[in-house]
């Protein structure tokens, strides 16, 4: 039941938020280990340009979310696990190790498929998806003004100490 609810409901774009979040998030593995990483790690990796590109591939499979109908409050959650990626993704090492573990995209992908399998996918939303595409520019500037802040209270820390 729950594959027809997603082949009647744009299945296929549902399959691809579900490439593009995986990709993100955890399709690649430590030899050995359990642990899965995406190219939101790899390209976090490089200081404040990753953060931001992060940022803005996060932001995007929301917009997608939001235009597939995910409701308000599955909106609001998802933005909560963008920003909160983004915000903790900007502190140097401890951001890095956090984008290991925390997923937003595989966490955001999850909420979007049980709310169409719970049957209150409603279509599109596109008044949704202009407040989400706002929102989302608001805390990007955010983001961006925190990451030179951290980058210039880290330069103040190493020329002090030096």
């Known amino acids: 039941m729950a594959k027809q609810l997603m082949e009647q409901e744009g299945g296929g774009d549902l399959q691809w938020m579900d490439m593009v979040s995986d990709f993100l998030d955890s399709k690649f593995k430590i030899p050995g280990t359990s642990i899965?990483?995406?190219?939101?790690?790899?390209?976090?990796l490089i200081p404040g340009i990753g953060d931001v590109a992060g940022y803005v591939l996060s932001s995007a499979l929301v917009v997608a979310m939001a235009r597939h109908g995910a409701s308000t409050k599955i909106i609001l959650k998802m933005l909560g696990n963008v920003i909160l990626d983004a915000v903790v993704g900007a502190i140097p090492i401890i951001?890095?190790?956090?984008?290991?573990?925390?997923?937003?995209?595989?966490r955001?992908?999850?909420?979007?498929?049980?709310?169409h399998q719970s049957g209150k996918h409603s279509g599109?939303?596109?008044?949704?998806?202009i407040l989400v595409i706002?929102?989302?520019i608001a805390i990007f500037s955010l983001v961006i003004y925190l990451i030179f802040n951290i980058g210039s209270l880290l330069s103040n820390a190493i020329t002090v100490s030096s």
Do not use: P
């Open 36 to 44: 899965t990483f995406g190219a939101d790690f790899i390209i976090g």
């Open 108 to 115: 955001n992908y999850r909420m979007l498929k049980e709310h």
């Open 95 to 106: 951001g890095d190790l956090f984008d290991l573990t925390y997923k937003a995209n595989r």
């Open 124 to 129: 599109s939303a596109w008044g949704m998806v």
């Open 134 to 136: 706002v929102a989302l």
